[in-house]
């Protein structure tokens, strides 16, 4: 029988280490993880909030071209990554309380403001610019969160701790755009002073739901930050921090990342859009909200499921059967880009969905790495970083797409894909890699 750990840690957490199991506390640990996610999920939700209105803009009145939609969608993602790069080295700075219930606080700005203009057609483009924008803090945050989640977590956990925040996190991309097109078509209770819009078949809808339904919920994530969360004692300045662009696995973990994680936001914000285009002028064409969610969830889904697996058997290997696996989704769905019937939208959304099933694989694998290759701090910092790149994925793909046509657009993502596996195999995968992670 092995004899109970006795706790010394402190009161005040000054002697936090969470590779000793004495100065440990693994039900902080927990609480802090599930009310960041909690919180992740909600930023998530506000981050694809406009590609899950954007389809919708035109019904109520809006006169947008195609150009201006992709753009609409694209910009959360420049925001996001952007954003990133601010919010990662926020946890060493300001502590994870402090952190979490402000950037939760700031997701009231876009839901707002995204409820005003679904109501005012009038609304100017650079406004509705801008609210895009502000929708990027939901995505911004992620680098915050996920590197302040590391600093509660053993390695032999972290692969678990992290795959359930991040793949629970995203399901809030997937929740999003299966509840827009469900909560548009009623009144909210305690909202009926907030009259519907009318599309041009004369049918009511209430695209301002799709911001204002939060809200109550991102209050209950303030309320919750403030009150159970608490701030462990890793510190660092921004300079010391800048510490970590002098590793090499900074910059490999860097470009794996912005394959599995940049395709797999960037497509899930483009998804709705891609099918509008490139199937929309069939007869009896597919409803893009009824399928876009449906990737963005199964991945997300995949990702937290996968974590333990990692925990398990080392995540390099997940990393690299997720490569492969992308790569392969992504050759699948180029055969389906150029349509002649309707019925081959049942391949390209197979070919899709195997790109979102190994994203999150592979987003799993590379979370697990992180810690194992890093040490804990600099770890938090390498996840914040890779994450802030990979958050241009929705900025760049939209942008791609309105530069080539989907075809080329695919033709390089599997080029990359390629690439980035090669790189998960040399240096972490194969047998007698130095720093497998």
Request: one cysteine or more.
């Amino acid at each position: 029988m092995t004899p109970a750990v006795t706790s010394t840690l402190s009161s005040d957490l000054s002697n936090w280490d969470p590779e000793n199991e004495a100065t440990w506390d693994s039900r902080l640990a927990w609480r802090t993880l599930w009310i960041t996610t909690y919180c992740m999920l909600l930023g998530f939700a506000t981050w694809y909030l406009v590609s899950a209105i954007a389809p919708r803009l035109n019904d109520i009145g809006y006169d947008l071209t195609q150009e201006q939609l992709y753009w609409l969608v694209a910009v959360p993602g420049l925001a996001g990554g952007l954003l990133r790069l601010v919010f990662m080295f926020l946890p060493p700075l300001i502590g994870t309380r402090a952190l979490v219930a402000m950037s939760s606080a700031l997701l009231l700005l876009p839901m707002l403001g995204w409820t005003l203009a679904a109501r005012d057609t009038s609304t100017p483009y650079w406004v509705l610019l801008a609210l895009a924008f502000a929708a990027g803090v939901g995505g911004g945050s992620f680098s915050g969160l996920m590197a302040s989640t590391s600093y509660f977590f053993p390695k032999r956990l972290a692969g678990t701790a992290l795959g359930l925040q991040a793949g629970l996190g995203n399901f809030g991309i997937g929740l999003i755009q299966v509840l827009t097109p469900w909560i548009v078509g009623f009144g909210l209770l305690g909202t009926a002073a907030l009259t519907p819009q009318s599309t041009a078949e004369g049918q009511f809808v209430w695209l301002h739901n799709g911001g204002l339904v939060l809200v109550p919920w991102v209050l209950l994530a303030v309320g919750l930050s403030l009150f159970y969360l608490r701030r462990v004692p890793i510190k660092a300045n921004f300079r010391q921090q800048t510490d970590i662009f002098r590793i090499k696995h900074t910059w490999i973990m860097t470009a794996i990342y912005l394959m599995s994680f940049g395709a797999f936001s960037g497509l899930a914000a483009q998804m709705g859009l891609m099918i509008l285009s490139i199937y929309g002028d069939f007869e009896n064409a597919p409803d893009p909200l009824a399928f876009a969610f449906i990737g963005p969830a199964m991945g997300a889904l995949v990702r937290a499921g996968a974590g333990p697996l990692c925990d398990k058997w080392g995540g390099a290997i997940f990393t690299f059967i997720g490569g492969v696996g992308m790569t392969v989704g992504t050759v699948i769905t180029i055969f389906f880009l150029r349509p002649t019937s309707v019925d081959q939208f049942w391949g390209f959304l197979i070919g899709m969905l195997i790109i979102f099933f190994f994203a999150g694989l592979a987003n799993a694998g590379t979370f697990k790495q992180m810690p194992m290759i890093f040490p804990k701090r600099q770890a938090g910092g390498a996840i914040g970083w890779t994450a802030a790149i990979a958050a241009f994925g929705p900025f760049i793909v939209g942008m791609a797409l309105t530069a080539v046509s989907p075809t080329a657009f695919f033709i390089g993502c599997a080029v990359w894909c390629a690439f980035c596996t090669g790189l998960a195999w040399f240096f972490y995968a194969r047998p007698g890699a130095p720093n497998p992670g």
